[in-house]
């Protein structure tokens, strides 16, 4: 078991919650556990605002989705900012949300996604986007903890493609 643990933690890389100019949601998160760590963040005084991205899901963009989850989970729709979307990647959804980031003057951010999508995420992110200074936060997901990935379908199905998109992302690929 210490061996199935120590393979998913790799996956992992949580930074220390700072001041930052926005908090940045990823979008793909069925649970809403990314808007909720982000609307936390805010709401502990961490940034002024969260942007939330979203591609089209059901003829409408996930970011109004989530926010109206948030919102109705008791977080205020001005803590929010949307950024709708037709990204197909973390690749390309970074880049998109750098150029947004750019245009907005914004320096520093706390990216916020699942917690077994940190290291790949913040990789994207800093990669793409040099001279931003970014700090990873981790949404939990109910699917997947490193101590109990392989005890559901879901957390081995997790665990396996975002290892082949952790090496596809490095090959560049």
């Known amino acids: 078991m210490q061996l199935l643990t120590a393979a ?5 890389k949580e930074d220390a919650p700072a001041k930052a100019d926005a908090a940045v ?4 998160d069925g649970f809403g ?3 909720i760590k982000a609307a936390e ?8 605002y969260v942007l939330v991205s979203g591609p089209v899901y059901l003829n409408r963009h996930e970011c109004d989705y989530t926010m109206e989850y948030a919102e109705g989970e008791g977080y205020s729709a001005s803590l929010f900012r949307a950024l709708p979307n037709d990204s197909d990647s973390t690749r390309s959804e970074t880049a998109l949300i750098g150029q947004y980031l750019r245009k907005h003057g ?5 990216l916020v996604t699942s917690n077994y999508h940190t290291r790949r995420a913040a990789y994207l992110m800093r990669r793409q986007n040099p001279g931003l200074r970014v700090a990873v936060m981790g949404a939990p997901d109910p699917f997947f903890s490193p101590a109990t990935w392989w005890k559901t379908r ?5 665990f396996l493609l975002e290892w082949v998109k952790t090496v596809a992302t490095r090959l560049g690929i």
């Open 8 to 12: 998913a933690e790799p996956l992992i």
């Open 154 to 158: 879901t957390g081995q199905k997790t």
């Open 25 to 28: 949601v990823l979008g793909g």
């Open 33 to 35: 556990t990314r808007i």
């Open 106 to 110: 914004v320096h520093s951010i706390l």
């Open 41 to 48: 963040l805010a709401r502990a005084g961490y940034v002024p």
